[in-house]
């Protein structure tokens, strides 16, 4: 697998990919201007663009906007969504339960 690699054709949902599974979890995730609703996760996240452009949105209201190469670490209970993803955006993220 090549993770930048990207269908030419991606679905209308997000494609996520899981990698590797476990007490830690990474998913690929690829975005084509999806956004979400809200997120209040009993694990921890750390999140890296790989390509494109993502936006996070806090429940204070601040934003956080990451391009290739950025990263964000979300810890449990984070409240937070997904406020905007270029097309395509190309996330990996990195899951751990808490302990």
Known sequence: MNLFDIPE????????????TGKTRIERIVSNGQTSGWYDQSED??????????????A????????AGDTAYLPAHCRHRVSYTSKPCVWLCVFRQEE
């Open 45 to 58: 996240e750390w999140v890296c663009v790989l390509q494109g452009i993502g936006e996070l949105t806090y």
């Open 60 to 67: 204070d209201g601040s934003k956080q906007r990451l391009h």
């Open 9 to 20: 054709q991606l679905p209308e949902q997000e494609l996520t990919e899981i990698l590797l």
